[in-house]
């Protein structure tokens, strides 16, 4: 795959204002699919989680999951939408291996929430109002393996397998609207909303929200349109790109970035932007050519003819708004509060986009500052290193529980560190793998006694420097037991006793 030409991203806004638009698929954690009875779960073995439905077989009828309505209604009122009295579903047609049927159901003109918006706050702590065009239900399609390749991709592939599980998946697709004014801060935007649009779901409680799983993926819309002299008409939108199923934060981010450097060379230099799906590649960070964007009529959308239209009674949709969450701006303020946190912690954990890994490890158990402690930091190292989403690397469950052997003193911070190594390479839990490495810290004095006197003992001119007062030369011995210990004692305690047998 050539390289791309890049121009420098602040020349590219100089020349170009980046005009952004998102949709981004939510799969709803229900127990069953939205049109069967199959089980809607992740990590099952290869078709397994199917129905006759899933399959596209001849004569099998879809029924509308009544749960995954009251969720899509949820997260239209969360998302500041009107609920549509009557919503249809569509067949959107189109043929792709993954898709048994040759049609999604979706919903095209007449969508179950619209005309929302959402406060979006960014790392430099503006504020941003995104538009919310409309929020629609519809099943997501089954997922293809690539084999034989270098890359997992299609390209290069000897053959490719297909798993029906997630055919049929409860979606809800939100699209925005136009996003005009986002000029530098267009990527970091795009995070920011992408992790807000998670913070929702989760706080409703209507999805797992995992990226690294595909229960949350982000389309990413953009396009340029060149700058005109101060006093002139704007002009005419620029042909845009929909980079897909981008699947982190961080890719969302430079995904975006990417994609302006790239369309501002071309537009720079005379040429023509392709309105096209673009591939992110996580590992080059650029992104590549998919297929050309199909508009609406190419689908050729009608109305379901097996199903009915969704009417949901105004006494529903008023029981569902009166146990709505707080919002997450309101829910960002109560927790910086509660947590005790300063504005520059606060916003580490933001910009992190660990706001709710570190809730959840608090209510798992860990104080806040243990939990913002490993999230942002050794958890972050490890994630940035490995190029993953820090959340992907360790739950919040087993962060409490290393907090917690810190706390009571059977780790240190060095011996957790190695603990945390091991949670991550899968080898169990904290205590699972302080059992396995052996990895506690000493805490028989006696074993200590036994390995601070023979430091003594072979250092005597520090044992007198130590007796004359001087104190700071325990550093020698207590480095010395330490090693001795392989680490794994209290430096603390270890001070102590050197002192304490010194003198005696």
Avoid at 417 to 423: F, K, P, S
């Amino acid at each position: 795959m050539a390289k791309d030409a890049l121009m420098d991203y602040d020349k590219a806004l100089e020349l170009f204002e980046p005009v952004l638009g998102f949709e981004v698929h939510v799969e709803l954690n229900t127990k069953t699919k939205m049109f069967s009875h199959a089980p809607n779960g992740f990590g099952s073995d290869a078709n397994t989680n199917v129905s006759p439905v899933c399959l596209g077989l001849p004569g099998a009828l879809p029924v509308v999951n009544e749960q995954a309505v009251r969720y899509s209604i949820s997260l239209g009122l969360a998302l500041g939408c009107s609920i549509a009295p009557s919503s249809r579903f569509a067949r959107k047609n189109y043929f792709y291996p993954d898709l048994a049927k040759n049609y999604q159901i979706s919903q095209y003109d007449e969508p179950i929430a619209f005309g929302g918006s959402v406060d979006v706050e960014l790392p430099n702590g503006r504020l941003v109002t995104v538009s919310i065009e409309r929020a629609h239900m519809e099943e997501d399609a089954g997922k293809l393996t690539h084999v034989g390749g270098s890359t997992g991709r299609i390209q290069g592939a000897e053959y490719s397998l297909v798993d029906y599980n997630r055919a049929g998946v409860p979606l809800v697709e939100i699209v925005t609207d136009i996003i005009y004014g986002a000029e530098a801060d267009a990527p970091e935007l795009a995070k920011a909303y992408v992790a807000t649009i998670r913070d929702i779901v989760t706080s409703l409680g209507i999805s797992d929200a995992k990226m690294e799983r595909g229960n949350l993926r982000c389309d990413a819309n953009i396009s340029l349109r060149p700058r005109t002299p101060e006093g002139e008409p704007p002009a005419p939108l620029g042909t845009r790109t929909e980079t897909k199923n981008v699947n982190s934060l961080r890719s969302v981010e430079r995904a975006i970035r990417y994609e302006i450097q790239r369309q501002a060379a071309i537009l720079a230099d005379g040429g023509t932007i392709t309105q096209e799906t673009r591939h992110w590649h996580e590992d080059t960070g650029r992104t590549s050519a998919g297929r050309p964007k199909s508009d609406a009529d190419d689908y050729r959308y009608f109305p379901e003819p097996d199903l009915l239209p969704v009417q949901p009674s105004l006494e529903l949709i008023e029981e569902l708004r009166a146990a709505l969450p707080e919002p997450p701006a309101a829910r960002r303020r109560r927790l910086k509060a509660e947590w005790g946190f300063t504005d520059l912690e606060f916003q580490d954990v933001v910009n992190g986009g660990l706001l709710v890994e570190i809730s959840e490890t608090v209510a798992a158990g860990a104080s806040p500052a243990a939990a913002r402690k490993w999230w942002t930091g050794e958890i972050s190292r490890v994630a940035n290193v490995q190029g993953v989403e820090a959340s992907a690397l360790v739950s919040p469950g087993n962060v409490a529980a290393l907090a917690g052997l810190v706390e009571d003193g059977t780790l240190t911070d060095k011996l957790a560190r190695q603990v945390l190594e091991g949670v991550i390479a899968g080898e169990g839990t904290p205590q699972e793998v302080v059992d396995a490495r052996g990895l506690a810290v000493v805490s028989d004095d006696g074993a200590l006694i036994a390995a601070i006197d023979d430091a003594l003992a072979s250092q005597p001119d520090v044992l007198a420097k130590i007796r004359d007062g001087k104190v700071q030369a325990a550093g020698a011995v207590i480095g010395a037991v330490m090693k001795a210990m392989k680490g794994q004692a209290d430096a603390a305690r270890v001070r102590e006793l050197v002192l304490e047998r010194a003198n005696s």
